[in-house]
């Protein structure tokens, strides 16, 4: 057997001695999990059937969350406890906007069966829950934890979104597979979007890194599969349409329409013979 090389192992150890403050992944994917699954039923593998265990519930997720945040105190602005107590005071208002949001999905969608059924099985919904609950803590300056629960929403369902873009009201993700909304995004209420919707800079030089780079899409807009939307600048008007697959780079007023019209064209033959088949 060849023998270890010494060096590297301590190469090794010192790295991972200068990296003893992280955020742990797999205890702040738990301690989501355990958030959603206490504020929403339908998510949970156990059920609480008096007051004092959803109250112990309640301490032990708080619980997990100091220890995940004592971790990179260094860096907090203030005490993890103090954090981790104003965090759970913001829970019901947090519980009251995704509630709101699979109401509206529920509304808007007529595939779906009732709101349990939206909150259970919709990749939109859970990727809007996720970014609703670490936008919580990127609101209290707590870094990176934000991105480890966005990139864990990520995995889950194939949905981008930055923790640190502000989404309004009555947010509506449809099918949503591919969908990425970029850090200084500014969506207002009410707003619905589709698959692959790409919400994004039209740059990405690491100048720009305070500069406001991703558009503003105002109130009642709905925007189809495949559309880009790009520019710190661009602006979509409130009540807009933006059809599937446009690449939009520049502001559009209110009420506008804005559609991509492909040319598409179609032979005909007579002949099956005529036809070349491909394998691949």
């Known amino acids: 057997m060849t023998a270890i090389n010494q060096a590297f192992v301590e190469h090794l150890t010192k790295v991972h001695q200068q990296s003893r403050h992280v955020v742990p992944h797999s205890m702040s994917c738990a301690f989501l999990d355990g958030v959603l699954q206490l504020l929403f039923p339908s ?12 109250e112990a519930y309640l301490m032990l997720l708080r619980a997990d969350l100091e220890q995940i945040l004592f971790r990179i105190e260094e860096r907090l602005p203030d005490k993890p406890n103090e954090i981790a107590a104003a965090y759970f005071e913001a829970l019901p208002h947090l519980q009251q906007q995704l509630n709101d949001d699979a109401a509206a999905i529920e509304a808007g969608d007529p595939a779906a069966v009732n709101v349990d059924e939206v909150i259970r099985t919709y990749p939109g919904f859970f990727a809007v829950a996720v970014y609703r609950l670490a936008h919580e803590f990127c609101s209290m300056g707590v870094p990176l934890l934000p991105r480890v629960l966005s990139a864990y929403a990520h995995t889950k369902t ?8 502000h989404i309004g009201a009555r947010f509506c993700i449809d099918h949503g597979t591919g969908v990425v909304i970029g850090e200084t995004t500014l969506i207002g209420d009410d707003v619905k979007v589709y698959q692959g919707v790409t919400l994004g800079a039209l740059s990405v030089e690491k100048s720009m890194a305070n500069i406001k780079r991703h558009p503003t899409i105002e109130d009642q807009v709905v925007i189809y599969a495949g559309a880009t939307i790009l520019g710190g600048n661009t602006v979509v008007g409130r009540n807009s349409i933006i059809g599937g697959n446009v690449w939009l780079t520049e502001s559009v007023p209110p009420y506008a329409r804005v559609y991509h019209r492909p040319q598409i064209k179609v032979s005909y033959y007579n002949d099956p013979a005529e036809i070349l088949n491909y394998s691949i």
């Open 43 to 54: 998510l949970s593998e156990r059920s609480f059937g008096s007051r004092s265990e959803v």
């Open 158 to 165: 194939g949905i981008d979104i930055h923790p640190k873009a």
